[in-house]
């Protein structure tokens, strides 16, 4: 679903993101952590199309993001960690424009966007102005909106922020959910205990490199101690 071939980024004399290769199954939850300044956020927008890379190549299901940005596009929702709302629209009035973007029929948006509202406990809420939301139900609505249109990819940017205990708890079960279904989640993250629990495999990236790739167990072995926890793995592996 993703590959990622010598992807590479620099702002002048500064290597935001070096050489990073990547392959990411249909239907994985994948975890991407590192430290502050790792580039993690930086992947992340050239993966989506919002930051042209330097050098290399970003394929989502195999459409070259380069050639294709539209239909590449179209297959991925994106939860960024600082996502932008419209906030003098009403949720359902963000949901409709959403839509338009994607091409959602009218008839398709009228039953996913009930479903989604209702999954994330905002349907009595879906005709007050954005402007009124706390942060952890405009961070709700911004996942709605990524899967309106029922992407076969869910870019996630630090998931749980602002989010209450109940709605982490929801927000996990959605990902194995939609996982189990043959969307593909790639997910980062600083709450390593979030990616040990629902991550497939995890990648840990330092200092725009790529560090380690694999599960828990591989992670483990990279370091030659099979009882440690991905904090202890990934303290491991970055530190200088």
């Known amino acids: 679903m993703i590959r990622l071939v010598h992807l590479s980024k620099t702002y002048g004399g500064t290597v935001a993101v070096s050489d990073v290769n990547l392959h990411v199954q249909p239907g994985e939850v994948f975890g991407f952590i590192g430290p502050n300044g790792a580039g993690k956020t930086t992947t992340i927008k050239m993966m989506a199309g919002l930051l042209s890379p330097t050098k290399g190549s970003v394929f989502i ?8 940005p539209v239909r590449a596009k179209l297959k991925i929702g994106l939860i960024p960690d600082r996502p932008f709302l419209y906030e003098k629209l009403t949720a359902m009035e963000f949901l409709q424009f959403t839509a ?30 954005i402007e009124a939301y706390s942060h952890g139900m405009k961070q709700r609505l911004i996942m709605c909106a990524a899967l309106l249109h029922e992407p076969q990819l869910l870019i996630v940017d630090e998931p749980m922020v602002g989010l209450d205990p109940r709605g982490i708890k929801m927000v996990k079960e959605l990902f194995r959910t939609l996982a189990q279904n043959g ?5 980062s993250t600083h709450t390593l205990r979030l990616a040990e ?16 790739i694999g599960t828990l167990q591989d992670l ?3 370091i030659q101690n099979g009882d440690a926890d991905l904090e202890q793995v990934f303290f491991e592996i970055t530190q200088d």
Not at 106 to 118: C, D, T, V
Not at 183 to 187: G, I, P, Y
Not at 197 to 212: N, P, Q, S, T, Y
């Open 100 to 129: 338009g973007l994607y091409h959602v029929a009218k008839q398709a948006f009228a039953e996913k966007s009930r479903e989604l509202l209702g999954r994330f406990s905002l349907s009595d809420r879906a005709d007050e102005l």
């Open 61 to 68: 299901d195999g459409v070259d993001m380069a050639k294709d």
């Open 197 to 212: 629990e629902v991550c497939d495999r995890i990648a840990i990236i330092h200092k725009g490199a790529l560090m380690a």
């Open 220 to 222: 483990q072995q990279h």
């Open 183 to 187: 969307t593909t989640v790639f997910m």
